[in-house]
């Protein structure tokens, strides 16, 4: 049965070669006086792609500040100097130049900028934003969805606390997707990406709420698109169709689309992951495929039809005698397609080895980050969250 949903997607997406040229013509058309251009370092700097969006702006005539120096898993530190510069420059307008952790970055700026008190209360879910400052967006990392969702997360310094939060107030205003601004990544990142943009998808398909024939449709093709590319952009990490399939599925698959219909999705390994990254600041999208497997393992029972569709739909596995033995088939097809690209299927593979007290520690503020439970495909306690990180570093 499906279920009623609320659907928005007010980004305005230009796609396509060279599309970084725009920034200062879509800039113009908001009305902005200046703006923060936020990013990272390194490669927009080294390929010219900062210096092109600040001609691109000068051609305007729009004045601009900058700040760079965000990482993986962006800092709530930068988020504070960045609030700091946008009072003090008078900014009314972000423009985030990078991949996910550039564009979440740039959305806690602009929560930050437009609420009183601390911006960390909305991640921390004490209080709920009612404004935030406009952004754009110059993708240069297929991955996060960022670019046209509602979510971001941020890591606070002091104890590395990973949250997330969601609003429809930050969505961005524009996004500039351009495939060839992604050829330059390590073949890791790449993976990575392809990663994270599977996971956006599976982890709304794995729910036992309502479910819509024609989301499930899109949800499967976008997948098997995504595995499809993944292979190709190993061996030609230059082909512009596969980094153009990559980056627009990367695009649907956290704006909320593959979620039409269901109860919202289930985000438990999401979950798992935060506390990975916030403890050892391993890379998204890798942190997932080390935890999805045991996850997968541990609930499918609970969720037996999805996992059965899943091998069968998107995985390509004829069906079984059983619906369970099918399910089963999926889960190791999918793993294998992880090693595949090189992505790590457990914690050793990932190339961390906690102890049991960090396990449990994980455990404990991934259940209190959750309000105690989370999941769709099995509604998982901190005890469940315990036995699934002991199966990812093989002690269970």
């Not at 392809?194 to 997948?223: K, P, Q, S």
């Not at 992951?273 to 541990?298: C, I, K, Q, T």
């Given at each position: 049965?499906?279920?009623?949903?609320?659907?928005?997607?007010?980004?305005?997406?230009i796609f396509g070669k060279e599309t970084e040229?725009?920034?200062?013509?879509?800039?113009?058309?908001?009305?902005?006086?200046?703006?923060?251009?936020?990013?990272?370092?390194?490669?927009?700097?080294?390929?010219?792609?900062?210096?092109?969006?600040?001609?691109?702006?000068?051609?305007?005539?729009?004045?601009?500040?900058?700040?760079?120096?965000?990482?993986?898993?962006?800092?709530?530190?930068?988020?504070?100097?960045?609030?700091?510069?946008?009072?003090?420059?008078?900014?009314?307008?972000?423009?985030?130049?990078?991949?996910?952790?550039?564009?979440?970055?740039?959305?806690?700026?602009?929560?930050?900028?437009?609420?009183?008190?601390?911006?960390?209360?909305?991640?921390?879910?004490?209080?709920?934003?009612?404004?935030?400052?406009?952004?754009?967006?110059?993708?240069?990392?297929?991955?996060?969805?960022?670019?046209?969702?509602?979510?971001s997360v941020i890591t606070k310094d002091e104890?590395?606390?990973?949250?997330?939060?969601?609003?429809?107030?930050?969505?961005?205003?524009?996004?500039?997707?351009?495939?060839?601004?992604?050829?330059?990544?390590?073949?890791?990142?790449?993976?990575?990406?392809?990663?994270?943009?599977?996971?956006?998808?599976?982890?709304?398909?794995?729910?036992?709420?309502?479910?819509?024939?024609?989301?499930?449709?899109?949800?499967?093709?976008?997948?098997?698109?995504?595995?499809?590319?993944?292979?190709?952009?190993?061996?030609d990490p230059s082909n512009y169709e596969a980094?153009?399939?990559?980056?627009?599925?990367?695009?649907?698959?956290?704006?909320?689309?593959?979620?039409?219909?269901?109860?919202?999705?289930?985000?438990?390994?999401?979950?798992?992951?935060?506390?990975?990254?916030?403890?050892?600041?391993?890379?998204?999208?890798?942190?997932?495929?080390?935890?999805?497997?045991?996850?997968?393992?541990?609930?499918?029972?609970?969720?037996?039809?999805?996992?059965?569709?899943?091998?069968?739909?998107?995985?390509?596995?004829?069906?079984?005698?059983?619906?369970?033995?099918?399910?089963?088939?999926?889960?190791?097809?999918?793993?294998?397609?992880?090693?595949?690209?090189?992505?790590?299927?457990?914690?050793?593979?990932?190339?961390?080895?906690?102890?049991?007290?960090?396990?449990?520690?994980?455990?404990?503020?991934?259940?209190?980050?959750?309000?105690?439970?989370?999941?769709?495909?099995?509604?998982?306690?901190?005890?469940?969250?315990?036995?699934?990180?002991?199966?990812?570093?093989?002690?269970?």
């Amino acid at each position: 049965m499906m279920f009623p949903f609320h659907y928005c997607t007010p980004t305005n997406i230009i796609f396509g070669k060279e599309t970084e040229s725009h920034a200062g013509a879509l800039l113009k058309r908001t009305g902005c006086k200046k703006v923060l251009i936020h990013y990272g370092g390194g490669s927009v700097l080294r390929s010219g792609l900062l210096a092109r969006i600040q001609a691109s702006l000068d051609e305007q005539k729009i004045s601009y500040v900058t700040l760079g120096g965000v990482v993986p898993n962006p800092r709530l530190s930068l988020v504070y100097e960045g609030i700091r510069l946008c009072e003090q420059e008078q900014v009314d307008f972000i423009l985030a130049v990078g991949g996910g952790s550039v564009i979440d970055s740039a959305k806690a700026i602009g929560y930050g900028i437009t609420n009183e008190g601390d911006v960390w209360d909305f991640y921390e879910h004490t209080r709920q934003a009612v404004a935030c400052l406009p952004v754009g967006v110059v993708l240069t990392i297929s991955a996060s969805g960022s670019e046209m969702s509602n979510s971001s997360v941020i890591t606070k310094d002091e104890g590395m606390v990973k949250r997330g939060y969601n609003n429809d107030l930050c969505r961005p205003v524009f996004a500039i997707l351009n495939p060839e601004l992604t050829m330059t990544l390590p073949p890791y990142q790449t993976a990575c990406g392809c990663t994270d943009i599977l996971m956006h998808t599976m982890e709304r398909y794995f729910t036992n709420g309502g479910n819509m024939e024609l989301t499930d449709a899109i949800a499967e093709g976008l997948m098997r698109t995504v595995m499809k590319n993944a292979r190709i952009l190993l061996d030609d990490p230059s082909n512009y169709e596969a980094r153009a399939e990559i980056m627009w599925a990367g695009s649907l698959s956290h704006n909320g689309l593959t979620g039409c219909g269901n109860d919202g999705g289930d985000f438990a390994s999401h979950g798992l992951e935060h506390e990975l990254g916030g403890m050892f600041d391993v890379a998204h999208g890798a942190g997932l495929a080390a935890v999805w497997g045991s996850w997968a393992r541990y609930v499918y029972k609970d969720c037996l039809h999805r996992f059965s569709r899943f091998a069968v739909q998107v995985m390509g596995i004829a069906a079984q005698q059983s619906e369970e033995e099918t399910a089963l088939k999926g889960i190791e097809a999918m793993e294998a397609f992880y090693r595949s690209i090189q992505m790590p299927v457990n914690l050793d593979e990932l190339g961390i080895h906690p102890t049991d007290e960090q396990l449990k520690t994980m455990a404990h503020m991934c259940s209190v980050a959750a309000g105690g439970s989370k999941g769709s495909a099995k509604k998982l306690l901190e005890e469940d969250m315990l036995h699934i990180y002991r199966m990812a570093a093989g002690t269970e």
